[in-house]
């Protein structure tokens, strides 16, 4: 893992290097505001991102602040996620807005340890909210980012991998600290797209084609 670490400019490097022909387009990737990236990355847990797009944009249509929105009942919220079983997370979204609005006026507080007293936001949804919203350098570190890092460092993945200090050491110091937002997009459309968690596609993977995936070295993806 040490050896792999000390290459962390060349890894930047492959990365933004694939992610100019391949990364993906989402509504929320052009938002700068702070409100709807939070909602986005609420509505995006444990969701592909594909299916979420209609409802967030079905929704910041309707409601277009966070003081029309704050509005909504929960059973307004569950009937426009319903379609594609989000609807248990209508009453944290509900909550979240409601607070937004009545403590901090309509705006999402800046720091990450009040954005984590939201209702429903935990770690990684604002560290994603810090890092897209103000180009905070900041890992974000989720399911799809641990089976990356894990591949590529031999690291453990089980079910406990993303709280280890070692899964969290090799996030921090892989991350890009002068381009975190444009690093952050390409390693998640990475895991979606190339290092999926069945059927990796090896054979298209910058990094195990330089040696620098123990995954692929192990599994002699390679020669």
């Known amino acids: 893992m040490k050896s792999n670490l000390r290459n962390a400019p060349r890894f930047h490097r492959l990365l933004h290097s694939w992610a100019r022909s391949n990364l993906r387009e989402y509504p929320w990737r052009r938002e700068q505001d702070r409100f709807w990236l939070l909602l986005s990355k609420m509505m995006l847990r444990r969701t592909r991102a594909d299916q979420v797009v209609p409802i967030y944009e079905h929704v910041a249509k309707r409601y277009p602040t966070a003081e029309e929105l704050a509005t909504a009942s929960a059973e307004e919220l569950r009937a426009l996620l319903?379609?594609?079983?989000?609807?248990?997370?209508?009453?944290n979204i509900v909550s979240m807005v409601r607070e937004?609005?009545?403590?901090?006026?309509?705006?999402?507080?800046?720091?990450?340890?009040?954005?984590?007293?939201?209702?429903?936001?935990?770690?990684?949804?604002?560290?994603?909210?810090?890092?897209?919203?103000?180009?905070?350098?900041?890992?974000?570190?989720?399911?799809?980012?641990?089976?990356?890092?894990?591949?590529?460092?031999?690291?453990?993945l089980d079910g406990e991998a993303r709280r280890r200090k070692e899964m969290r050491d090799a996030a921090t110091m892989c991350l890009d600290q002068r381009q975190p937002r444009l690093y952050s997009y390409a390693l998640l459309d990475f895991a979606a797209l190339v290092c999926a968690a069945s059927a990796p596609r090896c054979g298209e993977c910058p990094f195990g084609q330089q040696g620098l995936c123990e995954y692929a070295q192990q599994k002699k993806h390679f020669p």
């Open 82 to 91: 319903y379609p594609l079983g989000l609807e248990w997370r209508a009453d």
């Open 100 to 156: 937004v609005v009545e403590r901090y006026n309509g705006e999402v507080p800046g720091t990450k340890d009040e954005m984590m007293s939201l209702p429903g936001v935990g770690d990684y949804v604002a560290s994603a909210v810090a890092c897209f919203a103000k180009g905070e350098p900041t890992p974000i570190i989720d399911t799809n980012v641990v089976r990356v890092l894990g591949r590529l460092f031999g690291l453990r």
